[in-house]
């Protein structure tokens, strides 16, 4: 008995010893999967904090360098590496947009394209009155506009404001038949380095020939730009006492016409896919150069961090008075932050569950680094590239729609710029103590979304097309002048919008066309075999079909039997 209470009380112990071993290691393998787990997450948003550290890393290098007082020399070399990255996110641009296009439009049927492109521009249209409602009901609410503001301002903002009361600016008909100007190009190469605009010369300005109003002069000076990169109006002080009679030029600048190559790929791609197998080398070839560019567009991702941290430490550097623009502008900037963060956190994740009925947040963590790269370009194109891969490889949205919307949401939708416009307006008049009545207010929220529409995706265009908006209320635009040194501020704020509307809308528009999309992957698939072996095969004159691939052999075995001799 005793041989088997102990035998029975070993066996025990050897289990108790075996389920401890066991126990132990389930811990470490638990364990090694937790960690596995943070390596994970770590790996797969490395370049988001990569990037999240450059902006953190220049706004310390943008404060703590600010009391030394550096020359202008060092504020170079700090912008510098900044300049060389947007550069060289410029420089993809124009490529990408282009075989971007092409090779989008081409993948999918004509009928298809139309509807697309409707359901964009309703959207487009949609999310931009949407801004424009929201800022002016949060200007109207909060009421960020002092009239002691305009008194205590610093004399250099107020310096240039005089030549605004003489000079001619343009109205919205010009700025919305600018738009049509560009949308149809005379020359497609033109296109691509210079864009048309209106601008208002004195009649009696030496050297003028020719039709007044269609005269295209590249040597006037400019009174009023559609839109400019620059965060200061050009124009010219005129004569007080001279009866200046302004007439109306069509003038071409330099810069990028992106809306006219974007018609131009639209329509050209949309004709390519329909004539078959002819245009399929010239498909691939456009579909290679994307590829190329997205690849380049990897590379240049581990360089955001240092480009990041330079382009918004040279920004903060070169500010005169950041403490003192910021506080007599405090509830401006407070406003726009405010509608920015409502629309992003609120209207725009009830927009994306709507329609998709789905976590909008993951949808939103998953734009962090095109987010932050937008805020420190202030251009929703220069983040175009890494928008393009977010979309495509994180967030797995169809290739086919996104090369369609965001080439044509940097350049069109604008609901930052319709939100800024229409709360800039409003501070403004509340600045003057002006009181606006229901129907100036439509015309703000109408002017702010027509002229954001109109927008470039350049830096600050926003801030001439205010003028035009000032000018529909009869508002005073001499202060306008003082948004100029918030601008750099406000303008990073504001992208982020314009980012990620062109996002959401890709989003929407894709599951708005899912079923047109599973038709055309089908008719892709035929259409595919067609091509296929109309290329690789051809016809001999026998009838048979031979091989046609570049640089093949064809051997013909012949195999014949043995005849027997006996």
């Given at each position: 008995?005793?041989?088997?209470?102990?035998?029975?009380?070993?066996?025990?112990?050897?289990?108790?010893?075996?389920?401890?071993?066991?126990?132990?290691?389930?811990?470490?393998?638990?364990?090694?999967?937790?960690?596995?787990?943070?390596?994970?997450?770590?790996?797969?948003?490395?370049?988001?904090?990569?990037?999240?550290?450059?902006?953190?890393?220049?706004?310390?290098?943008?404060?703590?360098?600010?009391?030394?007082?550096?020359?202008?020399?060092?504020?170079?070399?700090?912008?510098?590496?900044?300049?060389?990255?947007?550069r060289v996110l410029k420089l993809m641009i124009l490529p990408l947009v282009i075989a971007s296009l092409?090779?989008?439009?081409?993948?999918?049927?004509?009928?298809?394209?139309?509807?697309?492109?409707?359901?964009?521009?309703?959207?487009?249209?949609?999310?931009?009155?949407?801004?424009?409602?929201?800022?002016?009901?949060?200007?109207?609410?909060?009421?960020?506009?002092?009239?002691?503001?305009?008194?205590?301002?610093?004399?250099?903002?107020?310096?240039?404001?005089?030549?605004?009361?003489?000079?001619?600016?343009?109205?919205?008909?010009?700025?919305?038949?600018?738009?049509?100007?560009?949308?149809?190009?005379?020359?497609?190469?033109?296109?691509?380095?210079?864009?048309?605009?209106?601008?208002?010369?004195?009649?009696?300005?030496?050297?003028?020939?020719?039709?007044?109003?269609?005269?295209?002069?590249?040597?006037?000076?400019?009174?009023?730009?559609?839109?400019?990169?620059?965060?200061?109006?050009?124009?010219?002080?005129?004569?007080?006492?001279?009866?200046?009679?302004?007439?109306?030029?069509?003038?071409?600048?330099?810069?990028?016409?992106?809306?006219?190559?974007?018609?131009?790929?639209?329509?050209?791609?949309?004709?390519?896919?329909?004539?078959?197998?002819?245009?399929?080398?010239?498909?691939?070839?456009?579909?290679?150069?994307?590829?190329?560019?997205?690849?380049?567009?990897?590379?240049?991702?581990?360089?955001?961090?240092?480009?990041?941290?330079?382009?918004?430490?040279?920004?903060?550097?070169?500010?005169?008075?950041?403490?003192?623009?910021?506080?007599?502008?405090?509830?401006?900037?407070?406003?726009?932050?405010?509608?920015?963060?409502?629309?992003?956190?609120?209207?725009?994740?009830?927009?994306?569950?709507?329609?998709?009925?789905?976590?909008?947040?993951?949808?939103?963590?998953?734009?962090?680094?095109?987010?932050?790269?937008?805020?420190?370009?202030?251009?929703?194109?220069?983040?175009?590239?890494?928008?393009?891969?977010?979309?495509n490889e994180r967030l797995k949205i169809d290739s086919r729609i996104t090369r369609f919307v965001l080439?044509?949401?940097?350049?069109?939708?604008?609901?930052?710029?319709?939100?800024?416009?229409?709360?800039?307006?409003?501070?403004?008049?509340?600045?003057?103590?002006?009181?606006?009545?229901?129907?100036?207010?439509?015309?703000?929220?109408?002017?702010?979304?027509?002229?954001?529409?109109?927008?470039?995706?350049?830096?600050?265009?926003?801030?001439?097309?205010?003028?035009?908006?000032?000018?529909?209320?009869?508002?005073?635009?001499?202060?306008?002048?003082?948004?100029?040194?918030?601008?750099?501020?406000?303008?990073?704020?504001?992208?982020?919008?314009?980012?990620?509307?062109?996002?959401?809308?890709?989003?929407?528009?894709?599951?708005?066309?899912?079923?047109?999309?599973?038709?055309?992957?089908?008719d892709a698939y035929y259409k595919d075999d067609d091509i296929t072996s109309d290329d690789q095969c051809?016809?001999?004159?026998?009838?048979?079909?031979?091989?046609?691939?570049?640089?093949?052999?064809?051997?013909?075995?012949?195999?014949?039997?043995?005849?027997?001799?006996?």
């Amino acid at each position: 008995m005793c041989s088997v209470y102990e035998m029975a009380q070993s066996q025990q112990s050897f289990l108790k010893q075996e389920a401890g071993q066991l126990s132990r290691e389930d811990t470490l393998l638990k364990m090694a999967d937790h960690r596995s787990s943070w390596s994970r997450v770590l790996a797969d948003n490395k370049l988001i904090l990569i990037t999240l550290s450059g902006v953190l890393l220049g706004v310390i290098i943008g404060f703590t360098f600010r009391p030394l007082g550096l020359s202008s020399d060092s504020l170079m070399l700090i912008a510098y590496p900044g300049e060389l990255f947007m550069r060289v996110l410029k420089l993809m641009i124009l490529p990408l947009v282009i075989a971007s296009l092409i090779s989008g439009s081409s993948s999918l049927n004509a009928k298809l394209n139309g509807k697309i492109a409707l359901r964009t521009f309703v959207y487009f249209l949609t999310t931009s009155l949407l801004n424009a409602i929201l800022g002016t009901t949060l200007a109207l609410i909060i009421h960020p506009g002092n009239p002691t503001a305009e008194s205590t301002a610093h004399t250099e903002l107020l310096r240039d404001t005089m030549p605004l009361n003489k000079a001619k600016t343009v109205s919205l008909m010009d700025s919305v038949l600018d738009l049509g100007r560009n949308i149809f190009p005379d020359n497609i190469f033109q296109a691509a380095l210079q864009q048309a605009h209106t601008v208002y010369v004195p009649k009696e300005l030496p050297g003028m020939v020719g039709n007044d109003t269609e005269l295209t002069h590249t040597s006037a000076p400019v009174m009023a730009s559609s839109s400019s990169a620059s965060s200061s109006v050009n124009l010219m002080e005129w004569s007080a006492e001279q009866n200046v009679e302004w007439i109306r030029i069509v003038e071409y600048r330099s810069g990028t016409n992106s809306l006219g190559i974007v018609f131009f790929c639209l329509v050209f791609g949309t004709l390519l896919g329909t004539i078959g197998r002819k245009g399929y080398v010239v498909v691939q070839f456009f579909s290679a150069i994307f590829d190329v560019i997205m690849k380049m567009v990897t590379g240049v991702m581990w360089l955001t961090p240092i480009g990041i941290s330079s382009v918004i430490a040279g920004k903060i550097l070169s500010v005169d008075d950041v403490g003192f623009v910021m506080t007599q502008l405090a509830w401006f900037i407070f406003t726009i932050a405010l509608g920015v963060f409502l629309y992003q956190w609120i209207i725009l994740q009830a927009i994306y569950f709507v329609f998709l009925r789905k976590n909008p947040f993951r949808f939103y963590l998953g734009l962090v680094q095109p987010i932050l790269t937008g805020f420190a370009t202030a251009s929703t194109a220069a983040a175009l590239p890494l928008t393009f891969r977010c979309m495509n490889e994180r967030l797995k949205i169809d290739s086919r729609i996104t090369r369609f919307v965001l080439p044509i949401g940097c350049n069109i939708n604008m609901d930052g710029t319709a939100l800024f416009i229409a709360v800039a307006s409003i501070f403004i008049a509340q600045m003057s103590n002006m009181s606006l009545n229901v129907g100036q207010v439509v015309t703000v929220v109408l002017t702010s979304t027509a002229a954001s529409m109109s927008s470039a995706s350049i830096p600050s265009a926003a801030l001439v097309l205010l003028l035009i908006a000032l000018s529909a209320i009869d508002a005073p635009i001499n202060n306008a002048t003082l948004l100029f040194a918030i601008d750099w501020f406000v303008d990073r704020i504001r992208t982020t919008n314009n980012l990620l509307g062109d996002c959401y809308a890709a989003a929407v528009v894709e599951h708005l066309s899912r079923n047109e999309l599973k038709i055309s992957d089908i008719d892709a698939y035929y259409k595919d075999d067609d091509i296929t072996s109309d290329d690789q095969c051809e016809q001999d004159v026998n009838g048979k079909r031979k091989l046609s691939f570049p640089n093949s052999v064809i051997l013909n075995v012949e195999v014949s039997t043995p005849v027997s001799n006996t």
